[in-house]
């Protein structure tokens, strides 16, 4: 099956400066990669989202690019503010899709002010 | 609440006792999961069910039930076979294609007394 693996566990950035979170995974088939945010104690929400026939795409201050080649994408966030701080989540979509989206193990984002 | 809902949010369990956390969607999502969250741990998938009156073990399954008898509601059962119950239980259904990612239920945090 497939397997995600997400870096840094922790990531700590001054307020105004980017940050930016990796994943691998293992099945080349996988062809959808979104990301989560999760506040404490909440539901994790879809921030961003690229398929496996795209390179990269923007929404504002968020970024995520894809390299098939080498089996990882990145999520990158710019300008960070005080909101951003939360635990992010990668995940993949293998190509049967059969079992659903596999997640990394999370990456607690805190913006330092 | 963004068309899936968990109830209930807090639930304790004595030793030995079995419970039911329920999660229902009026998104008409076929596909529904089960992930138990704990902490460093990421998002590790119990059960899931692409349609009605069938499903498949996760990842996780032991000491777990489900039942997916309408396409709205996707019940888990925490049985005392299941030794550290204690976490955070998500539900989350999508769309056959995943063409918007999943929808997460808030949460049901379990813990045993």
């Known amino acids: 099956g497939e397997n995600v693996e997400q870096h840094p566990s922790t990531l700590s950035v001054q307020e105004g400066d980017s940050a930016v979170i990796k994943c691998t995974y293992s099945?080349?088939?996988?062809?959808?990669f979104p990301w989560y945010k999760q506040e404490l104690g909440k539901r994790p929400q879809l921030i961003i989202d690229?398929?496996?026939?795209?390179g990269e795409k923007k929404d504002q201050r968020i970024a995520v690019t894809l390299n098939k080649t080498a089996k990882h994408f990145s999520l990158h966030i710019t300008e960070t503010q005080p909101e951003d701080s939360a635990v992010y989540f990668c995940?993949?979509?293998?190509?049967?899709?059969?079992?659903?989206?596999?997640f990394g193990k999370g990456t607690h984002l805190i913006i330092q002010p | 609440d963004g068309g899936i809902t968990q109830s209930p949010k807090y639930l304790f369990r004595k030793e030995g006792q079995n419970v039911t956390l329920s999660c229902e969607q009026n998104l008409n999502h076929d596909a529904m999961y089960w992930y138990r969250q704990d902490p460093g741990q990421g998002l590790r998938l119990i059960y899931y069910?692409?349609?009605?009156?069938?499903?498949q073990k996760g990842d996780i399954a032991e000491g777990y039930s489900v039942s997916r008898e309408k396409k709205e509601s996707f019940p888990l059962t925490v049985t005392s076979a299941q030794k550290n119950p204690t976490a955070f239980y998500l539900c989350a259904s999508s769309t056959p294609k995943r063409t918007g990612g999943y929808t997460f239920g808030s949460g049901t945090r379990l813990t045993v007394v």
């Open positions: 995940a993949a979509l293998s190509g049967g899709g059969a079992d659903g989206l596999t």
């Open positions: 690229i398929r496996s026939n795209v």
């Open positions: 099945d080349s088939a996988s062809n959808y």
């Open positions: 069910s692409q349609i009605v009156n069938d499903f």
